[in-house]
């Protein structure tokens, strides 16, 4: 009897830690005809963690590398995972909060293409996915002031490549290089994916506008020269030369101001842009 007990308890620790290595070691991962396949997760069991970010939720992301050499992303409350197929190197790269989602930035190296990057809009366990890049250049990228959109600019001969992302969608316009962008830049950005070359400074409170240059201080008025005190040479001196310095200087006319004509409001900015169709994954199925 006591031999049965102890058979049946080691039955169920063994099927308790089966059923663990089964609910963390599982992922599915989309098939490319819009079904999943589910299988073992190798990167979660042997693979390598290389970096973890957190989403506007508080839930963590995780980049990670399975014994095969293969990228992925994996959310901490998710089975599904997001698979950067071609990638052989990917690093996460920036991490912002627009709007309602988590926007997540990898970069990526690909066989014949040194740098391409993954877009990942996060809402919970759904995420929008886009792959941009031109292959040679770091993107500089900016977050608007109002938290609400997020430029990803591009070198483009005289002109930036510019996607824009912004109420869940992502746009592709080309735009007017901006004072103060040096299109011709290695790098044109730094690993964080901040514009490189002399700083440039920022209105205080303005987040990541690097376009707005603060003008310098005006300079100081000169001091006026001290008063001649009274009876000294130079004051007699001056008493001579004022009737002529009077002649000399026409009489400044008082005019009432002019009405201040009403501002007109700023035109604006006005470009065709096109827009780039996501892969949607709802990481719960």
């Not at 988590?102 to 759904?126: H, K, M, N």
Request: glycine share 8%; with cysteine; aromatic share 6%.
């Amino acid at each position: 009897m006591y031999k049965n007990f102890a058979s049946a308890h080691w039955r169920k620790l063994i099927a308790g830690v089966a059923a663990g290595v089964l609910l963390t070691g599982c992922a599915m991962t989309p098939n490319g005809r819009g079904g999943v396949l589910m299988g073992l997760d190798t990167a979660e069991l042997f693979g390598t963690p290389i970096s973890t970010f957190r989403l506007r939720d508080g839930t963590e992301g995780t980049l990670r590398k399975d014994p095969q050499g293969k990228y992925s992303i994996k959310l901490s409350q998710a089975f599904r995972v997001v698979p950067l197929a071609n990638a052989i190197t990917a690093r996460v790269a920036r991490v912002e909060n627009v709007g309602e989602r988590t926007v997540v930035i990898v970069e990526t190296q690909e066989r014949g293409c040194a740098y391409r990057y993954e877009v990942l809009a996060f809402q919970g366990t759904d995420v929008l996915q886009w792959t941009v890049g031109n292959c040679k250049d770091r993107p500089r990228v900016d977050v608007a002031a109002d938290g609400k959109s997020l430029n990803i600019d591009f070198p483009n001969y005289n002109r930036l490549s510019r996607m824009i992302y912004t109420d869940n969608r992502l746009l592709n316009a080309s735009v007017a290089v901006p004072p103060g962008v040096d299109t011709r830049a290695q790098p044109f950005a730094d690993d964080a994916l901040r514009g490189t070359g002399p700083a440039i400074a920022t209105l205080p409170g303005s987040g990541n506008d690097s376009g707005r240059v603060i003008p310098a201080p005006p300079a100081a008025a000169p001091a006026p020269a001290a008063a001649p005190k009274a009876g000294s040479r130079a004051s007699a001196r001056a008493r001579r030369q004022e009737p002529s310095a009077r002649t000399a200087t026409p009489t400044a006319i008082s005019l009432p101001a002019p009405r201040a004509a009403a501002a007109a409001p700023a035109a604006p900015m006005i470009f065709q842009a096109e827009e780039i169709k996501p892969v949607v994954i709802d990481l719960r199925k």
